[in-house]
T-cell receptor, first 115, second 109 residues
Framework: EPEVTQTPSHQVTQMGQEVILRCVPI?????FYWYRQILGQKVEFLVS????????KSEIFDDQFSVERPDGSNFTLKIRSTKLEDSAMYFC?????????????FGSGTRLTVV | SQQGEEDPQALSIQEGENATMNCSYK?????LQWYRQNSGRGLVHLIL?????REKHSGRLRVTLDTSKKSSSLLITASRAADTASYFC?????????FGAGTRLTVKP
C-alpha cells in the first residue's frame, strides 16, 4: 500500500537553529499538509499546499515556518530559529483530492526536540 | 471552532468487550473522519463518514453520525489488546481537518 514517508524520524536541534523536515507524499496525490502534535496534546493543523502554493494556514504557521515542494517528490517544512515550544511530533499528510472528501494518508511523523 | 471533541478522554476495558467513543462538534460539516494513533506514532485513517450518511461499518468498526446532534460515535466490537491506542475524530474545515483531543483506549488482556 502506498505510504507517506517522513525523514528523519527524530531530530534534535539547538534552540535558534533552523530545521528542515522532509516528506515524500504518495506519488499521485495533489494536496499536501503539515500537522503537529505537542506531546500529550491534540493534533494541530499547520498548513495545506496545493498547486505549488499554500492553500490555507493556521495561526500557528507564522513567519518562522515555510513549506516548499522543491522537486516532484519532496514536500518540506522549514522552521527557522527554532524555539523550545516547537518541540513536537510533526506529521505530513497527502490526499488525492481535497482531503476532507477523500481522506488523508499520514506519515509516521518526525519527532522534533529543541534543546 | 469546528474541532471535534472526543468523549471520554480515557477508556479502559477488558479484551472482548466493546468500546464506544463519542465525538461532538460545533458547526456544520461535510464529513467526519476517525483516526487511530499508537503511542508516539503516526495517524492511521480508519473511516470517513459523509454528512448524508448515518452509519458506516468497516470490519469491527462501526461509526454513526447524527448531524442534528452534531455528534458521532465509534464502536469497536470484540476489542483486542492491539486496539490499545488513541482515537481521534476530525472534522473538515475548508481544505483541512481539525482534530479533537482524542480518547485514549486501553484494552487489557
Amino acid at each position: 500500500e502506498p505510504e507517506v514517508t517522513q525523514t528523519p524520524s527524530h531530530q534534535v536541534t539547538q534552540m535558534g537553529q533552523e530545521v528542515i523536515l522532509r516528506c515524500v507524499p504518495i506519488s499521485n496525490h495533489l494536496y499536501f499538509y503539515w500537522y503537529r502534535q505537542i506531546l500529550g496534546q491534540k493534533v494541530e493543523f499547520l498548513v495545506s499546499f496545493y498547486n505549488n502554493e499554500i492553500s490555507e494556514k493556521s495561526e500557528i504557521f507564522d513567519d518562522q515556518f515555510s513549506v516548499e515542494r522543491p522537486d516532484g517528490s519532496n514536500f518540506t517544512l522549514k522552521i527557522r530559529s527554532t524555539k523550545l515550544e516547537d518541540s513536537a511530533m510533526y506529521f505530513c499528510a497527502s490526499s488525492e483530492g481535497v482531503g476532507t472528501v477523500y481522506g488523508y494518508t499520514f506519515g509516521s511523523g518526525t519527532r522534533l526536540t529543541v534543546v | 471552532s469546528q474541532q471535534g471533541e472526543e468523549d471520554p478522554q480515557a477508556l479502559s476495558i477488558q479484551e472482548g468487550e466493546n468500546a464506544t467513543m463519542n465525538c461532538s462538534y460545533k458547526t456544520s460539516i461535510n464529513n467526519l473522519q476517525w483516526y487511530r494513533q499508537n503511542s508516539g506514532r503516526g495517524l492511521v485513517h480508519l473511516i470517513l463518514i459523509r454528512s448524508n450518511e448515518r452509519e458506516k461499518h468497516s470490519g469491527r468498526l462501526r461509526v454513526t453520525l447524527d448531524t442534528s446532534k452534531k455528534s458521532s460515535s465509534l464502536l469497536i466490537t470484540a476489542s483486542r489488546a492491539a486496539d490499545t491506542a488513541s482515537y481521534f475524530c476530525a472534522t473538515d474545515a475548508l481544505n483541512d481537518m481539525r482534530f479533537g483531543a482524542g480518547t485514549r483506549l486501553t484494552v487489557k488482556p
